[in-house]
């Protein structure tokens, strides 16, 4: 275990190596100068060009692109991950600004969305063929077809401007007023989920159709065992490896959907922060947010490779 876990942890060093290059150097082949961005027109026809030269080497943009590379990675191995142009203040800040608000509705929209698609993709296994299934079933591909954005702007219109029921932006943090910061967060939060919970639903449900036709399912079946402990001890634990492989690639996936759902409704975390940075070619913020993303999904993947071993002891690591 402990060599696996050396292996993969060398791989992940590789892919994020390999995806902060990719990022570093798509940043710069993006047409326009961050710098006359950052400068007013009334700005840049004042200032001399050896003035606005003086603003690129404040940002470090006047370097070699390879000295510029090296530099950020050196300042993330000390915690610095450069200095925004737009915002005219390390990233580091704006990070620690916005990241517990998109933890928190993903985290959130995680739980609530692999809970909900794992209940409802027993159900509709155990009930095969009956009407319960089939309404799973419709309402799981409606959920894995639908796109977020569409139903954001639908769920604005409906509940926010039509009945005035729910906030339509912004964000609240729960500890400073929890009743407000809930309303804010049931759109954003339903339409993360609504993907997860229809893709784990159906996954749930073919994992759980396997395993029950099995001999030793059957054998617990003909002792007498109760239907509760038949599916939570020996059809549960065995069919759910497939469904915990796509809860880490959920991880991507509600992060992706960040991007679009804090845009829609106007909250404040990495996700619009990383919109903004793009459209502004903010290059140390968008090479950031790209970094922290991989990070989470790498290590999202690394800990269900290791929760494999947990829920099936036939498995072993080489």
């Not at 309402?139 to 894995?144: H, L, S």
């Not at 030793?216 to 549960?236: C, D």
Request: glycine share 8%; aromatic share 10%.
């Amino acid at each position: 275990m402990v060599a696996y876990i050396i292996r993969r942890l060398l791989q992940a060093v590789f892919v994020l190596f390999i995806v902060s290059l990719v990022v570093f150097l798509v940043m710069r082949l993006l047409p326009g100068d961050p710098i006359l961005m950052y400068l007013s027109k009334a700005q840049v026809g004042a200032l001399s060009a050896q003035q606005i030269e003086l603003t690129r080497h404040e940002f470090g943009l006047d370097k070699p692109m390879v000295a510029q590379y090296a530099d950020w990675i050196a300042g993330i191995f000390h915690g610095k991950f450069g200095k925004s142009v737009f915002y005219n203040k390390q990233v580091s800040i704006l990070l620690a600004e916005r990241v517990p608000v998109t933890l928190y509705l993903g985290l959130l929209s995680f739980v609530i969305a692999n809970v909900l698609g794992i209940i409802a993709g027993i159900i509709s296994a155990v009930r095969r063929g009956k009407a319960m299934d089939s309404f799973v079933t419709v309402i799981a591909n409606i959920g894995i077809t639908i796109p977020i954005f569409w139903l954001a702007i639908m769920l604005i219109y409906a509940f926010g401007l039509k009945l005035g029921w729910l906030p339509i932006q912004g964000y609240t943090s729960p500890l400073e007023d929890f009743g407000r910061s809930t309303r804010q967060i049931i759109m954003p939060v339903f339409c993360l989920t609504i993907f997860v919970i229809g893709a784990c639903a159906r996954q749930t449900r073919s994992s759980m159709l396997e395993v029950l036709h099995q001999d030793y399912v059957r054998t617990a079946w003909s002792k007498g065992l109760r239907e509760r402990t038949v599916i939570m001890v020996h059809v549960l634990k065995n069919g759910i490896i497939p469904v915990v492989t796509l809860m880490g690639m959920h991880i991507g996936q509600i992060l992706g959907g960040s991007v679009l759902i804090e845009t829609v409704f106007n909250i404040q975390g990495i996700g619009r922060l990383s919109v903004d940075a793009v459209l502004s070619l903010d290059y140390a913020v968008v090479q950031a947010i790209v970094l922290v993303m991989a990070i989470m999904v790498v290590l999202a993947n690394l800990l269900v490779d290791i929760s494999y071993g947990w829920l099936d002891p036939r498995i072993r690591y080489g």
